[in-house]
């Protein structure tokens, strides 16, 4: 019987499942160390020159980076941006680091120090607050949305963007454009681009093509890409990682021509074929942070139920140390009904409830059972089955699945995205 090891929050479970498959990313092998890598892709960026020949002595610079929830190699990479910047006559007063939180809570300093790394305590920090109008300056308006941006990002000379790569279950993939807006955007313009995730009233139901891996046609990836434009960033940093978090791809320069170098190589990694639907995924996020609250968890559940058949069962392995990960997204629950759940949702879009409403979605097609330290009557309202551990999870789910189930495990669950046939997604050109 094969032992797996599956990460809960900052801890390691065991587990023997019999006759069960692993479902990882692919197996890579990085080229050169992260150092060398992020060094190389600093010295030849896509679309754009040396970040040194783009800024000016004592011009000012704000570098865009991302909080606690992703993981991005931040503090290997930001003190080598720093010390080019340096070099090029822009000195460490007039370099601001802006955490993107989006509508994502203020970080602690022990956040922050995990995020800057041996810059904590030398570069100037501020976390953006999507509701702070004195903090915010409209920049015009695309396609119907507004679009509202940082006051610091907005104000500073020169504005590099920075962050990870890694599929998005409905923006197709992170990083890029996603780290100014939703990252450093009002709220108003978070909502507005967000909610392109839907059809059409006429329609109704998800956009088809708000899918995870997808560009091509992806209004959600449309909108955020024509809000960020407007920015005009001078300069990218996007990683791309390895499932336990090494740096295998940097990519610099140009905001949608890297970003899009980016993402063919997180195509490839991160998406693992499945050649038959399972009966049974035994999904982990992948531990701190990609569990860090469900809203994030929910990444994974997303991912993971694309490899079961209708019908079938996931058991998702979540902490969940911070909660829902907002204090709005439960009062969601009190639609049971998917059309009425919608009908609100589109009354008064939110993005905690668009989740909500994915995950009960989730709920109605497949039997879920949650590993998390929710209570057993939240876990119900949600749709799902509270287990107390993986055994109780396991037991639970045998009890109504066929004899020798066929079984996938999937360790880093926020991270792979399971494909039923090899994959023929198109990424977007840069026009």
């Keep these: 019987m094969t032992e797996f090891e599956l990460k809960y929050g900052t801890d390691t479970i065991t587990a023997s499942i019999p006759g069960a498959e692993l479902l990882c990313a692919r197996p890579f092998v990085a080229p050169a160390a992260e ?9 030849a960026p896509i679309g754009t020159p ?60 022990a956040e922050h120090r995990k995020i800057l790394g041996p810059l904590f305590g030398r570069i100037r920090i501020v976390d953006h607050d999507c509701d702070d109008s004195e903090q915010l300056v409209e920049l015009g308006e695309v396609d119907g ?14 504005v590099i963007v920075t962050g990870t790569i890694g599929v998005h279950y409905f923006a197709g993939f992170g990083g890029g454009r996603k780290g100014l807006v939703p990252g450093v955007a009002a709220r108003e313009t978070c909502m507005a681009t967000h909610f392109r995730v839907f059809n059409p009233p006429g329609v109704g139901g998800k956009h088809p093509l708000a899918a995870p891996a997808i560009l091509d046609g992806n209004p959600v990836h449309a909108a955020i890409l024509e809000a960020a434009r ?47 639907p399972a009966d049974l995924a035994v999904i982990s996020c992948g531990g701190a942070p990609k569990d860090i609250n469900f809203i994030q968890a929910h990444k994974a559940l997303d991912y993971g139920v694309r490899a079961l058949r209708p019908g079938g069962t996931a058991i998702l392995l979540a902490a969940c ?25 589109r009354a008064g879009y939110q993005i905690n409830g668009q989740t909500a409403h994915a995950t009960l979605d989730k709920a109605r097609r497949f039997r ?8 057993a009557e939240q876990t119900a309202a949600m749709g799902m089955e509270k287990a107390e551990n993986l055994d109780a999870a396991l037991q639970m789910a045998y009890q109504e699945l066929p004899e020798n189930p066929r079984t996938l495990v999937i360790p880093e669950g926020g991270t792979v995205l399971p494909i039923l046939q090899e994959p023929g997604f198109r990424i977007q050109e840069s026009e």
């Excluded at 879920?368 to 209570?375: A, E, R, T, V």
């Design 35 to 43: 150092a060398t890598l992020i060094c190389s892709a600093l010295d």
């Design 50 to 109: 040396p970040i040194e020949t783009i800024v000016r002595p004592h011009e000012t610079v704000a570098i865009v980076t991302s909080d606690i929830t992703r993981y991005t190699g931040s503090e290997i990479y930001l003190p080598q941006l720093v010390e080019r910047l340096n070099r090029a006559g822009i000195t460490d007063d007039a370099i601001t680091i802006v955490i993107a939180l989006g509508i994502h809570r203020r970080q602690t300093e």
């Design 145 to 158: 949305i507004p679009v509202v941006i940082n006051r610091t990002v907005v104000e500073a000379d020169r």
């Design 230 to 276: 407007l920015v005009e960033p001078d300069f990218l940093l996007n990683t791309v990682l390895t499932a336990d978090k090494r740096i295998a791809g940097v990519f610099c320069g140009d905001l949608e021509q890297a970003h899009l170098a980016g993402c063919e190589l997180a195509l490839r990694l991160y998406t693992a074929p499945v050649t038959e």
């Design 321 to 345: 140390p911070d909660g829902f990960g907002h204090p709005t997204f439960f009062d969601w629950f009190r639609y049971q009904d998917l059309a009425e759940f919608e009908t609100a949702l």
């Design 368 to 375: 879920i059972i949650l590993i998390s330290g929710f209570s």
